[in-house]
T-cell receptor, first 117, second 111 residues
Framework: EAGVAQSPRYKIIEKRQSVAFWCNPI?????LYWYQQILGQGPKLLIQ????????DSQLPKDRFSAERLKGVDSTLKIQPAKLEDSAVYLC???????????????FGPGTRLLVL | QKEVEQNSGPLSVPEGAIASLNCTYS??????FFWYRQYSGKSPELIMS????GDKEDGRFTAQLNKASQYVSLLIRDSQPSDSATYLC???????????FGRGTSLIVHP
């Protein structure tokens, strides 16, 4: 079974530029998560999708971040314009569903390392 | 604001010892609790999940949950240098099982 795929793996941009990340979850997984992980901290949930609907985006800085999951499969996360403090690893994860038990187990992709200069 | 608290460490233990990692959470109605391991430069991977009070054992790992005290722990028996990593506690809350992660505890197992 293929894991969660993310691209690009690394990205260096200048502040005020825009950037987009892509994620393809494990086949059949209904729930998709985007996290921001700053060095030395735990993952911070940015947005959670169930199929193509948003479950939670309370910590997504909506003035500059946007995310979509068209057709309930792969997803993109965009930052526009980027700030220095956006330098972090952006992790995508998927889980089978939200029904509890093993449905909630998250499987993480390799992440995208973003450096904003 | 749901909070999950972990001591950032590092926790240093000798090879063969028991490592004890602790986590407290603020949302009393949390339902699901997870321990993930994250090696430096890698992504988190699931170690254990626990949903009801008590102990759950899987090989050298034991997760303990006390909902009354809002406390979850992970014990690693016979610690190995390969266990050296950051251990993340995650708690799912609410009807939509929204996850909150702690900042992680760094574990160092020295030979």
């Amino acid at each position: 079974e293929a894991g969660v795929a993310q691209s690009p793996r690394y990205k260096i941009i200048e502040k005020r530029q825009s950037v987009a990340f892509w994620c393809n979850p494990i086949s059949g997984h209904a729930t998709l998560y985007w996290y921001q992980q700053i060095l030395g901290q735990g993952p911070k949930l940015l947005i959670q999708f169930q199929n193509n609907g948003v479950v939670d985006d309370s910590q997504l800085p909506k003035d500059r971040f946007s995310a979509e999951r068209l057709k309930g499969v792969d997803s993109t996360l965009k930052i526009q314009p980027a700030k220095l403090e956006d330098s972090a690893v952006y992790l995508c994860a998927s889980s089978p569903g939200l029904a509890g038990g093993n449905q909630e187990t998250q499987y993480f992709g390799p992440g995208t390392r973003l450096l904003v200069l | 604001q749901k909070e999950v608290e972990q001591n950032s460490g590092p926790l240093s233990v000798p090879e063969g010892a028991i490592a004890s990692l602790n986590c407290t959470y603020s949302d009393r109605v949390s339902q699901s609790f997870f321990w993930y391991r994250q090696y430096s430069g890698k992504s988190p991977e699931l170690i254990m999940s626990i949903y009801s009070n008590g102990d759950k054992e899987d090989g050298r790992f034991t997760a303990q949950l006390n909902k009354a005290s809002q406390y979850v722990s992970l014990l690693i028996r016979d610690s190995q240098p390969s266990d050296s990593a950051t251990y993340l506690c995650a708690v799912n809350s609410g009807g939509s099982y929204i996850p909150t992660f702690g900042r992680g505890t760094s574990l160092i197992v020295h030979p």
